[in-house]
T-cell receptor, first 117, second 114 residues
Framework: DTGVSQDPRHKITKRGQNVTFRCDPI?????LYWYRQTLGQGPEFLTY????????KSRLLSDRFSAERPKGSFSTLEIQRTEQGDSAMYLC???????????????FGPGTRLTVL | QQQVKQSPQSLIVQKGGISIINCAYE??????FPWYQQFPGKGPALLIA?????SEKKEGRFTISFNKSAKQFSLHIMDSQPGDSATYFC?????????????FGSGTRLLVRP
């Protein structure tokens, strides 16, 4: 079990550019989450996938944000026309198949730190 | 709307002391309350979690105390060690959200002095 991996770890871009981040969840996990964490704050939920289906999106996820999870494996998060306010740590988490009455632990990746100049 | 309020924002404890971090929630539908530990440059890692049908859960030096009527829960770190220095986040989720998305508190930066 190699854990959740994210790529790149750091991204510096200029305002107006598009960026794409990748998340590879733990292999047997069917649930995948994206969160955003700004300095000094807790992570905030952005979106959720169960297998390849995107089932929930936060109001934080503006039209400039899009996420995909083709074939229910890795996921990508794209931000178009980046703004300085997009600067944050973008965290991916995955969890396994739910047991009745139980909640599976969400395992987080190391995050991608985005800086928009 | 801040659904989970966490305090204090920062905490300094001497080695061997007890660290206590508190959280309060508003939504009575929450039914899962985890604590995550985060080191600089790393993602959050689950430390311990509790459901509201129990009032206390202990794992090693870490204990969660849960007060359902007050809608509060706290993390106690016994015999605090310098290696415990990290940021701690409480969180909550609810089964009626099929995603089980986590709502996090704002975090507590803990420093354990040698």
């Amino acid at each position: 079990d190699t854990g959740v991996s994210q790529d790149p770890r750091h991204k510096i871009t200029k305002r107006g550019q598009n960026v794409t981040f990748r998340c590879d969840p733990i292999s047997e996990h069917n649930r995948l989450y994206w969160y955003r964490q700004t300095l000094g704050q807790g992570p905030e939920f952005l979106t959720y996938f169960q297998n390849e289906a995107q089932l929930e999106k936060s109001r934080l996820l503006s039209d400039r944000f899009s996420a995909e999870r083709p074939k229910g494996s890795f996921s990508t998060l794209e931000i178009q026309r980046t703004e300085q306010g997009d600067s944050a740590m973008y965290l991916c988490a995955s969890s396994g198949r739910e047991s009745p009455g139980l909640v599976d632990t969400q395992y987080f990746g190391p995050g991608t730190r985005l800086t928009v100049l | 709307q801040q659904q989970v309020k966490q305090s204090p924002q920062s905490l300094i404890v001497q080695k061997g002391g007890i660290s206590i971090i508190n959280c309060a929630y508003e939504n009575t539908a929450f039914d899962y309350f985890p604590w995550y530990q985060q080191f600089p440059g790393k993602g959050p890692a689950l430390l311990i979690a509790i459901r509201p049908d129990v009032s206390e859960k202990k794992e090693g030096r870490f204990t969660i105390s849960f007060n359902k009527s007050a809608k509060q829960f706290s993390l106690h770190i016994m015999d605090s060690q310098p290696g415990d220095s990290a940021t701690y986040f409480c969180a909550a989720s609810r089964r009626m959200d099929s995603s089980y998305k986590l709502i996090f508190g704002s975090g507590t930066r803990l420093l354990v002095r040698p």
